[in-house]
Each structure stands twice: as C-alpha cells, then as structure tokens.
C-alpha cells in the first residue's frame, strides 16, 4: 500500500502503549482545493484531519467522529468529520484575514471545542464531549481532555503544510500491559519527533528512527480518503425541514434555491419545478396568496 494517505497501527509489546501514525496527502489536498484557505488555518485545520484519524483510530463503532472549533475572533469555524471507513472532510469559516497568532487569539472571548461522536444509525445515542482550551495547539488541547476526561495518558505529535498533514498518538494501556515504567520511556522517545519527518518519512522509517530498540508489532495499514456524503437527496430534506413558506419567497424573489455544499463545494440548484415536485404543491401561488 503507499505510505500516502495511510493510517498505521501499532502496539508495543514490552511498553503498555498502543500507538498509530496518520499521513494525509490526497485528501487533505483535495480539502486545500475546496477553497483558499489562510496560512494559519491551514496548520489548524490539517492538524485537526490528522488529530481526529488518529482519536478515532482504535473507537470500534459505525459512524462519525467529528471535531468542532467554534469562536468569537476572526476564526468563526473549523470542523473535520472522519467516518468508520476511513473517509474524512473538513471546513472552515473566518473574517479577513487571519493573522499569525496562537489559536486562542483567533477564536477570541468565547471559543469552543467539541468532540461528537454520531453512530450511523442510532443518531439518539450522539455524544458529546467539550474539550477545554487549554494549551498552545490542538495536539495539547486533546492531551489534555483524554487525559481529565477519559483519564488516558495521551501524546499526540501533529504536523501540516501545503502538501501534507499528519500526526502521531502514543496511548498508555492498562496495567498488565508490560512494564509500567515502559510509558515514560515511549513518551519521552515519541517527543523527540519532528515535524518534518512526520511531513516526509513513511511510518515504517519514523518507527525505526523513534523505537529500533523496542518491539513493535504493526498492523496492516488502512487506507485513508476525501470523501463528502452530500447529496441532492439530503440538499431536499434540508429544505423540507426549512418550510414551503421560506423556500417559496426565495424561488419568488431569485428565481431559484442555490445551495453550496461547505465540505465540497458542490453546488444544488432547486427550480420552481423541483421545488413544488419536492414539497407537492405550487410553492409560489402559496407565497403570493399569503401576500396577499
């Protein structure tokens, strides 16, 4: 398989941690061409891609994992969505032009981070988790919350540039996972990697470098891809759920409804035909009759 767009999990066997590597190219790639995102943005939203493959790595259910950054400051939104398959997407909202500055500072006063976990089928079981700001990057931040939250001592090494995103997780196991000092060690040795290896090596070369003198058992590498599940079926219940009314006095004054998918930049175009075939009924005689 190639060392692109790869996720690699991997267990100690003296250490009790388990670990994985994420590199991203092709689909983060295929995010960058959605839309011209700024240099800071970039940084946040391609470590959060790698930060939510990697969380999501060993979860056992159908379904999505998302990870939300909502704010005050002039970044508004970021979200990434993985999915049990491997798929991810991701998007972003921001005002101007983003300066140079610590994550806190973009999101301003009021700023959120939220962690959904939304099963395919039963979404009455969603759950959600707010992940404290503390820290200077996503990989801190989510340190910390698994580690108060879920208490998992956690290590998380993030990277992203034009061209690639990627990440690495170190978890500590249980007792009875081999020699409880063997976390530390592994920590301490995991710290040491740099974000250009991350961006450049394949996961075989960044075990060897980090941990040749630790037994490592590695798992088969899965596949990672860009994929968007919109589609003009879900564009049609959305607008069902906005009402006949609203979707009627916009075909009245535009003509049509437009609506752009953010993940994808796909574009839905409802005419008056579509409309009245969706909703069954003449949208814009209703409109004028409640004008009138």
């Given at each position: 398989?190639?060392?692109?767009?790869?996720?690699?999990?991997?267990?100690?066997?003296g250490?009790?941690v388990?670990?994985?590597?994420?590199?991203?190219?092709?689909?983060?790639?295929?995010?960058?061409?959605?839309?011209?995102y700024?240099?800071?943005?970039?940084?946040?939203l391609?470590?959060?891609?790698a930060?939510a493959?990697l969380?999501?790595?060993?979860?056992?259910?159908?379904?999505?994992?998302?990870?939300?950054?909502h704010g005050?400051?002039?970044?508004r939104?970021?979200v990434?969505?993985?999915?049990h398959?491997?798929?991810?997407?991701?998007?972003?909202?921001?005002?101007g032009?983003?300066p140079d500055?610590?994550?806190l500072?973009?999101?301003?006063?009021?700023?959120?981070?939220?962690?959904?976990?939304?099963?395919?089928?039963?979404k009455?079981q969603?759950w959600q988790?707010?992940?404290?700001?503390?820290?200077?990057?996503?990989?801190q931040?989510?340190e910390?919350y698994?580690?108060?939250?879920?208490?998992?001592?956690?290590?998380?090494?993030l990277a992203?540039?034009?061209?690639?995103?990627?990440?690495?997780l170190l978890?500590?196991?249980?007792?009875?996972?081999?020699?409880?000092?063997?976390?530390?060690r592994?920590?301490?040795?995991?710290?040491?990697?740099?974000?250009e290896?991350?961006?450049?090596?394949?996961?075989?070369?960044?075990?060897?470098?980090?941990?040749?003198e630790e037994?490592?058992?590695?798992?088969?590498?899965?596949?990672?891809s860009?994929?968007?599940?919109?589609?003009r079926?879900?564009?049609?219940?959305?607008?069902?759920m906005?009402?006949?009314?609203e979707?009627?006095?916009?075909?009245?004054?535009?003509?049509?409804?437009?609506?752009?998918?953010?993940y994808c930049?796909?574009?839905?175009?409802?005419?008056?035909?579509?409309?009245?075939?969706?909703?069954d009924?003449d949208?814009?005689?209703?409109?004028?009759?409640?004008?009138h």
């Open positions: 398989m190639s060392q692109h767009d790869t996720l690699q999990r991997f267990l100690f066997d250490a009790p388990r670990g994985a590597l994420v590199r991203l190219d092709g689909a983060w790639q295929q995010v960058l061409a959605r839309r011209a700024p240099a800071p943005l970039k940084t946040i391609g470590q959060m891609m930060a493959q969380m999501s790595a060993n979860l056992k259910f159908d379904g999505a994992m998302i990870l939300q950054l005050s400051g002039p970044l939104l970021a990434v969505e993985c999915n398959d491997r798929t991810v997407r991701a998007t972003a909202k921001w005002d032009d983003l500055a610590p994550i500072d973009l999101l301003g006063g009021a700023g959120q981070f939220v962690i959904t976990l939304e099963p395919k089928l039963d009455s969603t988790g707010i992940v404290a700001l503390e820290g200077d990057s996503i990989g931040m989510l910390n698994m580690l108060r939250s879920e208490q998992l001592d956690t290590r998380l090494v992203s540039d034009d061209n690639t995103a990627a990440g690495m978890q500590r196991l249980p007792e009875g996972h081999g020699e409880p000092e063997g976390w530390d592994i920590r301490i040795l995991g710290g040491t990697l740099q974000a290896e991350l961006l450049t090596l394949p996961a075989a070369d960044i075990l060897h470098r980090l941990f040749h037994t490592v058992r590695v798992f088969e590498p899965e596949g990672v860009f994929s968007c599940n919109c589609s079926e879900r564009v049609g219940n959305m607008l069902k906005l009402g006949g009314q979707v009627g006095e916009v075909l009245l004054e535009q003509g049509s409804v437009e609506i752009v998918c953010d930049n796909q574009h839905y175009v409802f005419d008056e035909d579509d409309a009245n075939e969706l909703f009924y949208l814009l005689a209703a409109v004028r009759e409640a004008r």
